[in-house]
């Protein structure tokens, strides 16, 4: 059962290609962070340019390329029915989770604005009026140690009820750093609580969840590898190999040498208010109201033994969003959902940028004209959006077999950009002069009507069919990297897209096998890209682009024992009108016929779950997933121009897992094991040759192992 469509459907009567996992799928899967999903979702992929504690989602091959915290992802993601707009505050939500939610495709309507690709909806667990609990614990290699639990109870019985969960991790760093004296990196120390009250009576449903989270690890190790003459670096070519470079030491995909061990610090705060009730007897209402802060310190390196490129992030946001929607449930042809929605954000972002500070261990003093000293700058800026919408999303039975739908939704948005300040310092960081100053405030005031249409033909209980055309709209964004020039201060014009889509759903084998497929043509206009010359950040919009797929999923329970699920997502993607600029000459050049970024053109998962031995001692079962990724490129230049190294080469990645359940279930121990190949194909990668003379990567977690412990009482 999901809520794709602000209703409590059967998964397969939703004319939408969906990929969900319920709180028991999720527990045996393992998954933890976002990572997991995708690793289990036809056309879904996640890069982390900061590792796991910020992860940049792309479905169906539309991504976003920013790696600016002021961003919002054209992947919306959704935690209880609020949107959450941070990138950094969106892998502590998955503990305690009931249900999660893949929706493939443009949900302009009933999600509207940065839904462009589609949209994850995660919903945490309720209060269901009973006295339970339960403690999980987990212990891997690195000291990798995780507990959590939750528990509730009753204060009026089936109507007023507490719950409460909880998890806590730590490990030490699972990317060795052999600098002298330095910490390992990635490491990980990570809390979340939550905390759920229900109040439920024949007239209202409202539940008050208050969430609290903070991580306090370290950033993660980054590959750098250079590529100038004798594979140096830029502080190795200016040094003569006298600084030590990485290439020399033969370290492999997860270890390095790096000087600069920081902090990637986030801290959240969440309230979330839904209140459902009965209007008439044929018209329900729900209203979701949501409040959120929260704040981030990234001090990121650089992969080297010494400070060529290091950029410290800091940013907080507070945001809050009110949805408010009348649904009706005549028992005639036509019904419909009709709702209102706004929200605000803002956003303080804190950069503090060095550049190559190496040169002062070369006796270089500095250099106001920066033609020959390392130097660092300064970056502040504030952002503020509001966002207002109505919409309706309307079905009609057309017949007894065909249904007809149809969503139209206006969207208004307004941003501002201000108090933008940016400055060189020396090495010391002390002030030399200003950059940016005193630059009047940008605004961009977006509107836009957005929607979908279709039809649905059920054949049976067990087969149908839909096709549709939807609509899929991301709002205007500024530059958040503008740093050195009022150049920059640019502000990427909206993105949209238009897909469609056909599908079909069906069981078979007396509902023992699951067939779900879609076929989809999406034409991709103003996608927004950043593009890095030299140092220097660009906002652009790439002119049009078109995405051929297809996803197959495939579930079958061949015996008592035996299931097993597989699924399959295809990509065709090119760029029909591209100009960005070389960054060798900084003349424009033409790159139509480019596959888009985080598109690889086939990805596969396959996933089996087998019961080995069942008694009166309880039960044995293992379960074993894998996927396949084939060649995505990082960047719209794919091999042009210097960029072949920013990429990740096809890639198998596997998991295990051996359970022992007690009978009575209220205990099972297992053993893990993931990523068993020990993938190394890089999660994200920059090209940074024209300045610094190496391309940057993010290595995904090597192979780690461990042992559960999970009791329920």
């Given at each position: 059962?999901?809520?794709?469509?602000?209703?409590?459907?059967?998964i397969?009567?939703?004319?939408?290609s969906?990929?969900?996992?319920?709180?028991?799928?999720?527990?045996s899967?393992?998954?933890?962070?976002?990572?997991?999903?995708?690793?289990?979702?036809?056309?879904?992929?996640?890069s982390?340019?900061?590792?796991?504690?910020?992860?940049?989602?792309?479905?169906?091959?539309?991504?976003?390329?920013?790696?600016?915290?002021?961003?919002?992802?054209?992947?919306g993601?959704?935690?209880?029915?609020?949107?959450?707009?941070?990138?950094?505050?969106?892998?502590?939500?998955?503990?305690?989770i009931?249900?999660?939610?893949?929706?493939?495709?443009?949900?302009?309507?009933?999600?509207?604005?940065?839904?462009?690709?589609?949209?994850?909806n995660?919903?945490?667990?309720?209060?269901?009026?009973?006295?339970n609990?339960?403690?999980?614990?987990?212990?891997?290699?690195?000291?990798?140690?995780?507990?959590?639990?939750?528990?509730?109870?009753?204060?009026?019985?089936?109507?007023l009820?507490?719950?409460t969960?909880?998890?806590?991790?730590d490990?030490?760093?699972?990317?060795?750093?052999?600098?002298?004296?330095?910490?390992?990196?990635?490491e990980?120390?990570?809390w979340?609580?939550?905390t759920?009250?229900?109040?439920?009576?024949?007239?209202?449903?409202?539940?008050l969840?208050?969430?609290?989270?903070?991580?306090?690890?370290?950033?993660?190790?980054?590959?750098?590898?250079?590529?100038?003459?004798?594979?140096y670096?830029?502080?190795?070519?200016?040094?003569?190999?006298?600084?030590?470079?990485?290439?020399?030491?033969?370290?492999?995909?997860?270890?390095?040498?790096?000087?600069?061990?920081?902090?990637?610090?986030?801290?959240?705060?969440?309230?979330?208010?839904?209140?459902?009730?009965?209007?008439?007897?044929?018209?329900?209402?729900?209203?979701?109201?949501?409040?959120?802060?929260?704040?981030?310190?990234?001090?990121?390196?650089?992969?080297?033994?010494?400070?060529?490129?290091?950029?410290?992030?800091?940013?907080?946001?507070?945001?809050?969003?009110?949805?408010?929607?009348?649904?009706?449930?005549?028992?005639?042809?036509?019904?419909?959902?009709?709702g209102?929605?706004?929200?605000?954000?803002k956003?303080?972002?804190?950069?503090?940028?060095?550049?190559?500070?190496?040169?002062?261990?070369?006796?270089?003093?500095?250099?106001?004209?920066?033609?020959?000293?390392?130097?660092?700058?300064?970056?502040?800026?504030?952002?503020?959006?509001?966002?207002?919408?109505?919409?309706?999303?309307?079905t009609y039975?057309i017949?007894?077999?065909?249904?007809?739908?149809?969503?139209v939704?206006?969207?208004?948005?307004?941003?501002?950009?201000?108090?933008?300040?940016?400055?060189?310092?020396?090495?010391d960081?002390n002030?030399?002069?200003d950059?940016?100053?005193?630059?009047?405030?940008?605004?961009?005031?977006d509107?836009?009507?957005?929607?979908?249409?279709g039809?649905?033909?059920?054949?049976?209980?067990?087969?149908?069919?839909?096709?549709?055309?939807?609509?899929?709209?991301?709002?205007?964004a500024f530059?958040?990297?503008?740093?050195?020039?009022?150049?920059?201060?640019?502000?990427?014009?909206?993105?949209?897209?238009?897909?469609?889509?056909?599908g079909?759903?069906?069981?078979?084998?007396?509902?023992?096998?699951?067939?779900?497929?879609?076929?989809?043509?999406?034409?991709y206009?103003?996608?927004?890209?950043?593009?890095?010359v030299?140092?220097?950040?660009?906002?652009?919009?790439?002119?049009s682009?078109?995405?051929?797929?297809?996803?197959?999923?495939?579930?079958?329970?061949?015996?008592?024992?035996?299931?097993i699920?597989?699924?399959?997502?295809?990509?065709?993607?090119?760029?029909?009108?591209?100009?960005?600029?070389?960054?060798?000459?900084?003349?424009?050049?033409?790159?139509?016929?480019?596959q888009?970024?985080s598109?690889?053109?086939?990805n596969?998962?396959?996933?089996?779950?087998?019961?080995?031995?069942?008694?009166?001692?309880g039960?044995?079962?293992?379960?074993?997933?894998?996927?396949?990724?084939?060649?995505?490129?990082?960047?719209?230049?794919?091999?042009?121009?210097?960029?072949?190294?920013?990429?990740?080469?096809?890639?198998?990645?596997s998991?295990?897992r051996?359970?022992?359940s007690?009978?009575?279930?209220?205990?099972?121990?297992?053993?893990?094991?993931?990523?068993?190949?020990?993938?190394?194909?890089?999660?994200?990668?920059?090209?940074?040759?024209?300045?610094?003379?190496f391309?940057?990567?993010?290595?995904?977690?090597?192979?780690?192992?461990?042992?559960?412990?999970?009791?329920?009482?």
């Amino acid at each position: 059962m999901v809520t794709a469509h602000k209703r409590t459907e059967n998964i397969q009567r939703v004319p939408v290609s969906i990929s969900a996992f319920d709180s028991q799928s999720l527990s045996s899967l393992g998954i933890l962070l976002p990572s997991d999903i995708a690793q289990q979702t036809p056309n879904l992929q996640v890069s982390q340019p900061y590792g796991d504690a910020q992860p940049i989602f792309t479905l169906r091959g539309i991504s976003m390329t920013d790696f600016n915290t002021n961003q919002s992802s054209p992947v919306g993601i959704y935690v209880d029915e609020s949107p959450v707009e941070a990138s950094f505050m969106q892998a502590s939500q998955l503990f305690d989770i009931e249900r999660a939610e893949v929706l493939r495709g443009p949900q302009g309507t009933l999600y509207g604005r940065n839904t462009t690709a589609g949209a994850i909806n995660f919903t945490s667990r309720v209060p269901e009026f009973e006295r339970n609990a339960r403690w999980y614990l987990s212990y891997g290699n690195n000291n990798n140690l995780r507990v959590s639990g939750a528990g509730e109870t009753v204060f009026l019985d089936d109507t007023l009820g507490l719950r409460t969960a909880f998890t806590y991790s730590d490990s030490d760093g699972f990317y060795e750093n052999n600098y002298e004296g330095a910490e390992d990196l990635r490491e990980i120390n990570n809390w979340a609580l939550r905390t759920s009250l229900r109040y439920k009576t024949e007239s209202i449903d409202a539940i008050l969840r208050l969430q609290s989270g903070k991580t306090l690890g370290n950033t993660a190790g980054i590959i750098a590898k250079g590529r100038g003459p004798n594979g140096y670096d830029v502080a190795g070519f200016f040094s003569g190999g006298v600084i030590e470079q990485r290439i020399e030491q033969n370290y492999d995909d997860f270890e390095g040498s790096e000087d600069k061990v920081g902090t990637y610090n986030t801290e959240t705060d969440s309230l979330n208010l839904t209140v459902k009730g009965a209007l008439t007897k044929d018209i329900d209402y729900t209203s979701v109201t949501a409040w959120s802060k929260g704040k981030a310190l990234n001090e990121n390196g650089d992969g080297s033994p010494v400070s060529i490129l290091e950029i410290d992030w800091s940013s907080k946001i507070e945001q809050w969003s009110q949805d408010l929607r009348l649904t009706t449930n005549f028992e005639g042809d036509l019904n419909a959902i009709v709702g209102v929605f706004v929200s605000h954000d803002k956003m303080k972002i804190q950069n503090d940028l060095s550049f190559l500070l190496f040169t002062e261990s070369l006796g270089v003093p500095f250099d106001p004209s920066l033609a020959t000293s390392g130097f660092t700058v300064g970056q502040r800026y504030q952002q503020q959006r509001d966002s207002q919408a109505i919409y309706t999303h309307l079905t009609y039975d057309i017949n007894e077999l065909l249904e007809g739908f149809l969503g139209v939704r206006y969207t208004k948005d307004k941003g501002r950009l201000s108090n933008v300040h940016s400055w060189v310092g020396d090495y010391d960081a002390n002030h030399a002069y200003d950059l940016i100053v005193d630059q009047p405030s940008k605004r961009y005031n977006d509107d836009k009507v957005s929607g979908s249409m279709g039809l649905k033909y059920q054949l049976s209980d067990e087969f149908m069919l839909y096709g549709s055309y939807s609509q899929g709209y991301r709002s205007s964004a500024f530059n958040g990297g503008a740093t050195f020039s009022t150049t920059e201060l640019t502000i990427a014009e909206p993105e949209t897209v238009e897909a469609y889509e056909i599908g079909i759903k069906s069981r078979w084998w007396d509902n023992r096998l699951q067939f779900n497929g879609a076929l989809f043509h999406n034409n991709y206009k103003n996608q927004q890209l950043v593009n890095i010359v030299g140092a220097v950040r660009f906002l652009e919009n790439a002119g049009s682009s078109y995405i051929d797929g297809a996803e197959l999923e495939f579930r079958a329970l061949l015996s008592e024992a035996l299931s097993i699920n597989i699924g399959l997502g295809l990509l065709d993607t090119e760029y029909n009108e591209l100009s960005l600029t070389n960054p060798a000459t900084s003349l424009p050049v033409d790159l139509s016929g480019n596959q888009l970024p985080s598109a690889p053109s086939v990805n596969m998962n396959i996933s089996v779950d087998y019961i080995a031995a069942r008694g009166s001692w309880g039960e044995v079962s293992i379960h074993f997933n894998s996927q396949y990724v084939s060649k995505q490129w990082f960047s719209a230049y794919n091999d042009d121009y210097g960029y072949e190294g920013i990429k990740a080469d096809g890639y198998m990645q596997s998991n295990a897992r051996f359970t022992w359940s007690s009978a009575n279930e209220s205990y099972d121990v297992s053993l893990w094991i993931k990523n068993i190949e020990e993938n190394n194909e890089p999660v994200y990668a920059i090209n940074a040759q024209q300045t610094f003379m190496f391309d940057y990567y993010i290595m995904p977690m090597p192979r780690h192992f461990g042992l559960d412990v999970n009791w329920r009482f």
